[in-house]
Every structure is written in C-alpha cells, then in structure tokens.
C-alpha cells in the first residue's frame, strides 16, 4: 500500500509499505477514509522526538471502515465506519480501569525507552516513533488498530468523517485540557495557541458553560475561526514563556549598588538567628510550613539565620 514515510529531519516521501496484517486477536484492520496531521507531528519532522527511523509510517488522527476484524473483536465488524483514539490503550490494566489511557501498561511496545527517559512509559501512539511503540501511522491506505474494542469507535450516521475524525485527538485534547482546567460555568478561560487543540479547548469552555472563553494567538486566520466555530472572544498576541538558571554575575554588581543605594533591602528576608548547633532544627525548618530560609555560619557561634512565613518575626 501507499502511505506518508518520514525519511530523516525534515524529509518527508510517500512509498510503498507492506499492508497491514491482524498480528493479535483484539486487531482490526481499517481502510483509511481521512487522516490529518496534528501539532505534535511537528515534533517528528524537527527531530525533536530522536527515535524515529528512515521509513516510518506517520499519521496519528484517522477514520476509515474496518475491513478485517481479529477473533476476540466484540464491538466492531467489517463495514464499521469507526474514528480511532490516537493513543493505544488495553482497556484492563491498572491506568486503564482508572480512564488514565494514555498511560496504559499494555498500548507501548516499547516502554524500555520512555521508561529511561522519563521513569515511566505511555501508552502506544500510531504514528509517533519508537518511543511511543514505532506503530504505523494513519498517512497510509490502511491501517492495524490494536484493542479495538478499547480504541476504534463506531461512528454515527448523522456525522461526516471530517467532523469524526478530530475527535481522534484535537476534539479530546482540547476537551481534556478544558477538564483538566476545571473549567465550569461562569468561569473566565484563556486559551493559549489557537490551532485545532486550541480551538476545541476554547469550545469545550464554551460547551461546559465558561461566561468568557478568550483564544489566543498570533495568526489571525485561525483567531477568526476561533470566533466564528468556538464561539470565542480573540486577541492576537503571542505569550512568550522564558526561564533558565540564575545568571548571577549578570546581576550581582547592579544589585550591590542597588543595595548600597537603599533601593533593594533583604534584611526583613532574615528574621530568625540559631547557633550553628541548632542547625539540625533549622533545617528542619528549611522548606517547611514556616521557614523559607537558613543562614548559616561556619564559625559556629550565632550565626543560623532562620527566615519565617508572613505574619512571623
Ligand atoms: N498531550 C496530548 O495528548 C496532545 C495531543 C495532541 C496535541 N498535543 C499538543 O498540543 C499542541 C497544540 O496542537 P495543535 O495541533 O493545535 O498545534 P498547532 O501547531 O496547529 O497550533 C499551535 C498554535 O499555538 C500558537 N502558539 C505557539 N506559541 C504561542 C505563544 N507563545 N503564544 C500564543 N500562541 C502560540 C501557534 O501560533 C499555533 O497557532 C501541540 O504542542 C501538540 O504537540 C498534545
Ligand atoms: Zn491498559
């Protein structure tokens, strides 16, 4: 069959790859109907994600016609139109009894490699590299959805695939951000990035009851169908997020006059004074409910300088 391979950074071609085949019994096999790319994929491209290999089939949002069903498929048979969850997910384990599926124990592959990297592995992911279980992506003329029952569902006659196939993984995310938010009714809700997870956040808002829903963004073609699809207020300005390191020696010079100056006092910072004795205690203290601060001396005599929360002296 055809599909979309990655080639390398950057380097996408379409070529030939073997058709999929049922491998367990919970598998179908769909025929892709439509698939699109996410934001995520950006990732890909850039090699962000390093455990792509040369030939990998990309593509996590889809929905097709089941062609071939395994034996121990309960929910789906051959002509099923059905949209498919992005993440990969066993439906028994642990994560998945809780509804925590993209971290289910049985969807990756793989985990030895996210395990390393984040001490914990995802579930599997179609189209997202060997990290997430190197499963073939939805850019293809088909496509092997292991757990079906878990991940493939049928699909209503009243809705078209392109309204479908977003429920795949832009239409949950964007709710799922919503929920994680907590948002309810009357709430005032900011939505940073207006691409299609942003967007179905900012309506998810909307549908859970938000007073205000504000998208934001810097392209105004995709504020404008925030406005008019997500029912959302718009303003076009990007957040810009930057944090590092302290550089000290920037700013220890300019802070010294600042200080010689008056301008900067940090005494009040400093309100409690132990012996170095006490220490122990005091660092007891250090991060606990009333301390943010010790000071010690090496010389030992009075010199732990324990600085208490507000409304402590
Ligand atoms: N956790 C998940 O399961 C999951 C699933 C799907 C997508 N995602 C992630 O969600 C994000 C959005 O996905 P998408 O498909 O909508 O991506 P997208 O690239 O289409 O859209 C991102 C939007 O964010 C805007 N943006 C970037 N920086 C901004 C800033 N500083 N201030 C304001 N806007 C800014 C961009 O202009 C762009 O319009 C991506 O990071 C993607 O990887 C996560
Ligand atoms: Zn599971």
């Given at each position: 069959?055809?599909?979309?391979?990655?080639?390398?950074?950057?380097?996408?071609?379409?070529?030939q790859?073997?058709?999929?085949?049922?491998?367990?019994?919970?598998?179908?096999?769909?025929?892709?109907?439509?698939?699109?790319?996410?934001?995520?994929?950006?990732h890909?491209l850039?090699?962000?994600i390093?455990?792509?290999?040369?030939?990998?089939?990309?593509?996590?949002?889809?929905?097709?016609?089941?062609?071939?069903v395994?034996s121990?498929?309960r929910?789906?048979?051959?002509?099923?139109?059905?949209?498919v969850?992005?993440?990969?997910?066993?439906?028994?384990?642990?994560?998945?009894?809780?509804q925590?599926?993209s971290?289910c124990?049985?969807g990756?592959?793989?985990?030895?490699?996210?395990?390393t990297?984040?001490?914990?592995?995802?579930?599997?992911?179609?189209?997202?590299s060997?990290?997430?279980?190197?499963?073939?992506?939805?850019?293809?003329e088909?496509?092997?959805?292991?757990?079906?029952?878990?991940?493939?569902?049928?699909?209503?006659?009243t809705?078209?695939d392109?309204?479908?196939?977003?429920?795949?993984?832009?239409?949950?995310?964007?709710?799922?951000?919503?929920?994680?938010?907590?948002v309810?009714?009357?709430?005032?809700?900011a939505?940073?990035?207006?691409?299609?997870?942003?967007?179905?956040?900012a309506r998810?808002a909307?549908?859970?009851?938000?007073?205000?829903?504000?998208?934001?963004?810097?392209?105004?073609?995709?504020?404008?169908q925030?406005?008019?699809h997500?029912?959302?207020?718009?303003?076009?300005k990007?957040?810009?997020?930057?944090?590092a390191?302290?550089?000290?020696?920037r700013?220890?010079p300019?802070l010294l006059?600042?200080m010689a100056?008056g301008?900067?006092?940090?005494?009040?910072?400093a309100?409690?004074?132990?012996?170095?004795?006490d220490?122990p205690?005091?660092e007891?203290?250090?991060?606990?409910?009333?301390s943010?601060?010790?000071?010690?001396?090496p010389e030992?005599n009075?010199f732990?300088?324990?600085?208490?929360?507000?409304?402590?002296s």
């Amino acid at each position: 069959m055809k599909a979309l391979q990655w080639q390398g950074v950057n380097k996408l071609a379409v070529g030939q790859v073997p058709d999929p085949e049922i491998r367990n019994a919970g598998d179908v096999i769909v025929k892709v109907n439509r698939t699109v790319t996410c934001g995520s994929d950006l990732h890909l491209l850039g090699g962000y994600i390093p455990f792509m290999e040369r030939g990998d089939v990309l593509g996590p949002e889809f929905v097709g016609e089941v062609i071939e069903v395994g034996s121990d498929v309960r929910r789906h048979r051959v002509g099923d139109r059905v949209v498919v969850s992005s993440f990969i997910a066993c439906g028994r384990c642990w994560f998945c009894e809780q509804q925590l599926y993209s971290l289910c124990d049985n969807g990756n592959t793989n985990p030895a490699i996210t395990e390393t990297l984040w001490g914990h592995a995802p579930g599997g992911c179609f189209g997202y590299s060997h990290a997430m279980g190197g499963n073939p992506g939805s850019h293809a003329e088909y496509v092997r959805v292991p757990f079906a029952d878990v991940g493939a569902f049928t699909v209503p006659d009243t809705v078209t695939d392109e309204r479908a196939l977003f429920a795949s993984d832009s239409a949950s995310t964007g709710w799922m951000g919503a929920d994680l938010g907590g948002v309810k009714p009357g709430d005032v809700v900011a939505v940073w990035g207006a691409g299609a997870v942003g967007q179905m956040a900012a309506r998810a808002a909307v549908l859970l009851g938000a007073d205000r829903v504000v998208v934001i963004d810097r392209y105004d073609n995709r504020l404008h169908q925030a406005e008019k699809h997500a029912g959302a207020e718009i303003l076009n300005k990007a957040l810009t997020v930057r944090g590092a390191q302290m550089h000290g020696q920037r700013y220890i010079p300019m802070l010294l006059d600042r200080m010689a100056r008056g301008e900067l006092v940090t005494e009040y910072l400093a309100t409690h004074v132990l012996p170095l004795d006490d220490a122990p205690i005091a660092e007891g203290l250090d991060g606990g409910d009333e301390s943010l601060r010790v000071l010690r001396d090496p010389e030992g005599n009075e010199f732990c300088l324990v600085q208490r929360g507000p409304g402590e002296s």
